[in-house]
């Protein structure tokens, strides 16, 4: 008999032992963050005010004529391009417990085999929460006005979120992959640069050249940035919206496959 | 007769390279199997097959009856794996690694805790259990490692090179632990480079070689099978070696190496030690010594793989060297399966 040729008979895990593996991963990493109060410093203060401080009162001027129409602006820009950069960074851990032997012996327990992947994914998108809450009333203390109400700005976060999931999976894919950290951070900021830069994060696109800004229009960030000043400071909606969730969809829905066939057949 | 952990046929290849090439290994409950091999010969590969981490190319492997590659989860409830490659995460705390095992594999909040001040006590951890993993000694880690494979109470505990790079207090802290566990019914699959470690701890040996078997017994069986036993006389007066020596190459019909002050000599024939000191007693030569010793395994390993192990130390290395026109088939039968 060859072994090869039987396939391994799969294990259904009940959906609530699922979770609890996912979750019992989830709260692993973020003991990390316990471990690291560093990153925490770094990610939830220093971030998010550096960010402001810098674009709003460096560019603000010269874009807007003042800073306080700038920071209007560019908030729900800068949230969402803080969400991206962090939600980038997905992969790097998932790359790091595969090199450093740490995914071997929890795939050597009997525990659902997607838990390691979800546990980190829903780790990083509780610090990329955290991150957006603190943009967010960084920027409400230097002037920034909710111009629709609390809902409209929650679901506003929200939105970043679920597209933050779709665009972890291409992270995850990117991390489970590559051959090493080095990589995973390198792809990590050639794909973050385009995306963010861009798009109507920063300005509005009609100086950029035609062919750039054919790319900024279909780009998932300017769409997520629109959706998100128009749920925030007012304006239309349009179909910003759609197009977010559109792009989260897809995304998932191309690169989570990507990502599960290449843990499972990654053998180091 | 059943076997706690059976592979036959285990062939694994990475691109150009055969890594398994058809092995054969099998445990008996409750006892260790030491696998024995140079750097590459498949040791690790063979244990990430029986740790349902690897799938293999041909051939089978069962734990406790399942096969790895059919019921991988069913395997993980019964195993345990350390070693080179698994491990534990390196920023947390030892008492959170174990309590994030245990609470994976179902233990409540409170019974995970309990079970990680239990195992960190038994394995001398308690005061650093607070520490993060990455600023334990080399032996400590090995021992949060056992550790945390111990969480589930494992019938199958598979050891890869526990003690690579330790000092020797910490080895001999762990084969302690080891035997431990196995009077308490563990069947353990323990991978080594160094003999004496497999000669210590194993019940049965496997050696192998460029990914195949190339002999299994117990460490007596094993060292009986090179017939080489030594000869060791030592005469009182080192200034009749050489008589001597002349006196047992003609008893023998080989001439004996001279080491030293004494005369070592390889024999196959039992009865030649009492004819040896019979003949020297009547050419008035006084013997101060006279033994026959069984080889070490690391002359067996020597002989078995026709090459020298890298890790032994170089004094014991030297003797082996003696003998090499007589090296067996079965090295050059592993010559041959490496070309």
Not at chain 2, 17 to 27: I, Q
Not at chain 2, 108 to 134: M, Q, V, W
Not at chain 2, 145 to 156: E, F, I, K, T, W
């Amino acid at each position: 008999m060859s072994a090869s040729a039987t396939a391994p008979v799969r294990h259904r895990l009940g959906l609530v032992t699922t979770a609890r593996h996912c979750f019992s991963l989830t709260g692993r990493n973020l003991l990390h963050l316990k471990a690291n109060p560093g990153e925490i410093v770094g990610f939830v203060f220093v971030q998010p005010l550096l960010v402001i401080a810098l674009l709003v009162y460096v560019f603000g001027g010269a874009i807007s004529g003042d800073t306080a129409t700038y920071l209007q602006y560019a908030l729900p820009g800068l949230i969402v391009q803080n969400s991206v950069m962090s939600v980038l960074t997905t992969g790097a851990g998932i790359n790091q417990d595969m090199s450093n032997g740490v995914f071997d012996r929890l795939r050597s327990l009997p525990i659902a085999r997607i838990a390691p992947l979800i546990g980190h994914m829903l780790g990083h998108m509780t610090r990329v929460t955290a991150g957006l809450l603190m943009l967010l009333v960084a920027g409400l203390l230097q002037g920034f006005e909710i111009r629709t109400g609390l809902l409209s700005a929650l679901s506003a976060l929200l939105l970043a979120l679920v597209f933050g999931i779709g665009l972890a999976w291409v992270s995850i894919a990117i991390g489970v992959s590559a051959r090493s950290a080095t990589t995973v951070h390198m792809f990590s900021g050639v794909l973050s640069l385009p995306l963010t830069f861009v798009s109507n994060v920063f300005v509005e696109t009609d100086t950029m050249p035609g062919w750039l800004q054919a790319w900024a229009k279909i780009n998932p960030i300017s769409h997520e940035a629109t959706a998100l000043r128009a749920l925030m400071s007012g304006g239309p909606l349009g179909t910003s919206v759609w197009w977010t969730l559109g792009w989260a969809a897809t995304l998932t829905a191309v690169f989570a496959p990507l990502a599960l066939r290449a843990y499972r057949q990654r053998v180091v | 007769m059943t076997y706690t952990i059976e592979t036959r046929g285990l062939v694994k290849r990475f691109g150009e390279v055969t890594a398994l090439d058809g092995l054969a290994l099998t445990a008996r409950q409750g006892t260790v199997l030491g696998v024995l091999g140079p750097n590459g010969a498949g040791k690790t590969t063979a244990v990430r097959i029986l740790a349902s981490l690897l799938r293999p190319d041909e051939g089978s492997a069962r734990v406790c009856g399942w096969d790895v590659a059919r019921h991988p989860h069913e395997v993980r409830r019964l195993i345990g794996l350390t070693g080179q490659y698994a491990s534990v995460d390196q920023d947390l705390t030892g008492q959170q690694n174990i309590v994030l095992v245990a609470r994976l594999l179902g233990f409540s909040r409170s019974a995970a805790r309990r079970r990680a001040a239990e195992l960190l006590g038994r394995f001398g951890l308690t005061d650093a259990a607070g520490r993060k993993a990455r600023t334990y000694s080399g032996g400590m880690r090995r021992r949060l490692d056992l550790a945390v494979c111990l969480v589930g109470d494992p019938s199958v505990l598979y050891l890869d090179e526990p003690t690579t790079g330790l000092d020797p207090e910490s080895r001999s802290q762990l084969w302690d632990i080891v035997r431990g566990l196995v009077t308490g019914g563990t069947t353990v699959l323990l991978t080594t480079q160094y003999m004496d470690e497999a000669d210590q701890l194993s019940d049965d040996i496997v050696v192998i070689d460029a990914g195949k078997s190339i002999a299994t017994g117990t460490p007596e069986e094993l060292k009986a099978k090179t017939d080489r036993q030594t000869l060791e006389i030592q005469p009182a007066d080192p200034a009749q070696l050489e008589t001597a020596g002349k006196l047992v190459a003609e008893l023998s019909g080989t001439r004996p190496h001279v080491a030293g002050t004494q005369l070592r000599l390889h024999v196959n024939d039992l009865a030649l030690p009492g004819a040896v000191l019979r003949r020297l007693d009547e050419a008035g030569i006084e013997v101060m010594e006279l033994a026959l010793r069984k080889p070490s395994l690391n002359e067996v390993f020597l002989s078995l793989t026709g090459h020298q192990n890298r890790h032994e130390d170089p004094a014991t290395a030297t003797t082996e060297a003696a003998g090499p026109a007589e090296t067996a088939e079965p090295a050059e039968a592993a010559e041959r399966s490496r070309t």
